[in-house]
């Protein structure tokens, strides 16, 4: 249901963009965000986005990352520079989907996308 594209490996100050493609019959994509889990760490919020274009980014992430998103396309963007090696991580995008005559959103989660940032 949501495909996450575009990590890689990047040496540090490099930049990448991820990718997250919702597909099915979608009516409308309200919140859209992206999280990421480190080894042995909890998964954390990176950023989030709304319907309406409202953002929250994790302090950590402030002025490095640009979350975005094309309601057409029924798909997110996490564009990411001044990649640091503590951003290592394997993402994930999460986005609460209100389908085709659902009666309420139900939240889904892409499969994550490994980032690996060299110092």
């Known amino acids: 249901q949501l495909q996450a594209s575009g990590g890689g490996l990047v040496q540090a100050g490099g930049s990448l963009r991820l990718s997250c493609a919702a597909s099915?019959?979608?009516?409308?994509?309200?919140?859209m965000a992206w999280y990421r889990q480190a080894p042995g760490k909890q998964r954390e919020l990176v950023a989030k986005?709304?319907?309406?274009?409202?953002?929250n980014y994790a302090d950590s992430v402030k002025g490095r990352f640009t979350i975005s998103r094309d309601n057409a396309k029924n798909t997110m963007y996490l564009e990411m520079n001044s990649l640091k090696p503590e951003d290592t991580a394997v993402y994930y995008c999460?986005?609460?989907?209100?389908?085709?005559?659902?009666?309420?959103?139900?939240?889904?989660w892409g499969q994550g996308t490994q980032v690996t940032v060299s110092s």
């Open positions: 999460n986005e609460d989907i209100l389908r085709a005559g659902a009666i309420g959103p139900g939240n889904y």
């Open positions: 099915g019959s979608i009516f409308k994509i309200l919140t």
């Open positions: 986005i709304t319907y309406g274009g409202s953002t």
